[in-house]
């Protein structure tokens, strides 16, 4: 990989991307493309590259590559709020955003690492197989199903890897705010001496996956042998009675949760990746427990960070 294209490269898992592609191919040419809505600056202080501060769906960014080289692109700029309502912009955005990147990939003869999402399955109470998915439970579930969609129209031209990311977690997270992992916001909690806020009884499962091992599969993608769509998780469930359990040993806190009751009927009580097409296809195994992940997290990165905010307060 010496030309890559990392669109989204400023928000979470992409800021994590573009400094190990740096780490991995420190002669690569790396271009990050953000429009800066769902992020920041600083989660790419230190990147050696060049930027393009472009909304993806937007074509006029294009002409800057008619005299570049491709050799890949990570896709993961994508409209990722899933409160929004606004059903047209979030297909839109995400949608065309996509046919863009795909045309250019074809024009470069460049392969495409693309984000999909857990949220293409929306509700069941089972592993969730490739197969399974199809029936989201909102509009940005939709929206990624429809990327799926659209790459199998391009199969004879691009070479595609979509990823049907689970619930990661992990550093450079901070910028999502309200959006951000359920792990980020508890400890922000607990940290202030509260006890962590959940839906009744916190017996609720998720697929958590630490940003480390998913920057992995997305790496790991890039070199599928044929075009294919993979789930990205740890391939186990984590309740969030569990979650909590792990950050007070991470903080070293005894807070017991504090239930509330749901008012979501389409809430997703349970996820869980069916990993086995994954490893596979691309080699893929994760290194991290989810327990393991929280308390790296915890301590190297969120109780960091809080230690200098209360210092310069």
Known sequence: ???????????????????????????????????????????????????????????????????????????????????????????????????????LAAAKKARVVYASSAATYGSQDTPMKLSDAGRPNNVYGFSKWLLENVARTYNDRVRTAGLRYFNVFGPRETYKGAAASMIYQL?????????????????QKRDFV??????????????AKASTVVNVGSGNSTSFNELVEAINAALGTSLAPDYFDNPFDFYQNFTEADISHTREALGYAPKYSTRDAIIEYVRTSILPASKQLTAKR
């Open 187 to 203: 400890t922000l909690q607990m940290l202030a001496g509260k006890r962590p806020r959940m839906f009744k009884y916190g017996e």
């Open 1 to 103: 990989m010496h030309h890559i294209l990392v669109t989204g490269g400023c928000g979470f898992i992409g800021s994590n991307l573009t400094f190990e592609l740096e780490r991995r191919y420190p002669q690569a040419s790396i271009t990050v493309l953000d429009d800066l809505r769902g992020s920041g600056f600083k989660n790419l202080l230190g990147f050696k590259g060049d930027f393009l501060a472009y909304d993806v769906a937007d074509k006029s960014w294009l002409p800057v590559f008619h005299a570049k080289p491709l050799d890949v692109i990570f896709h993961l700029a994508s409209i990722t709020d899933t409160t929004i309502l606004d059903e047209k912009k979030m297909m839109f955005d995400n949608v065309e955003g996509f046919r863009n990147i795909l045309d």
């Open 210 to 223: 630490y940003v480390k091992d998913v920057v992995e599969a997305t790496i790991l993608a890039a070199d």
